[in-house]
């Protein structure tokens, strides 16, 4: 049965509405067979949807934890925002215990997002492995040859050399950014375009983070 003239019928047989995404009961239906092992391809042919829309709709939900489709007429807001992001990174060093979705409730609870808008806990799961990444990177750079070269005292000097930090509060010091800083990067990912080496240079120097930190958050 047709709506108005606007719906086709797809190789399959199955009835969609030009222009418009698959409703919500039919991705959860997906979803769930998925969950019970189905293959793409046999579930494009039970719901009589095309297997590009079923991969399309399962790679999502995989990578974010969002089934809803994004919103007509534009794409749909980011929602780990470069101060969520922050203030993720700063929760899981101040308590590295804390699972995924009790971040996701310290943030509504804080205010910083609404519970329809909070992140996904597969989105805070990618935040986290991403700056776990940054840190296994400063650390790589810590223990380079040029890094960890003891510094010679000065012959008129009887003072010991200053100690380098203890290993593992490097990263906590930059993971708690301040205000400026937040603001710096939130007006860059506003752009809606990843920053090339250049941009992520200047924003660097700008915020004086390191430029892998910035990438990494942007990236994210």
Known sequence: MQQDGLSSVNQLGGLFVNGRPLPLDTRQQIVQLAIRGMRPCDISRSLKVSNGCVSKILGRYYRTGVLEPKGIGGSKPRLATPAVVARIAQLKDEYPALFAWEIQRQLCAEGLCTQDKAPSVSSINRVLRALQEDQRLHWTQLRSPAVLAPALPSPHSNCEAPRGPHPGTSHRNRTIFSPGQAEAL?????????????????????????????????RT
Not at 194 to 201: I, L, N
């Open 186 to 218: 939130e007006k860059e990912f506003q752009r809606g375009q990843y920053p090339d080496s250049v941009v992520r240079g200047k924003l660097a120097a700008a915020t004086s983070l390191p430029e892998d930190t910035v990438r990494v958050l942007l």
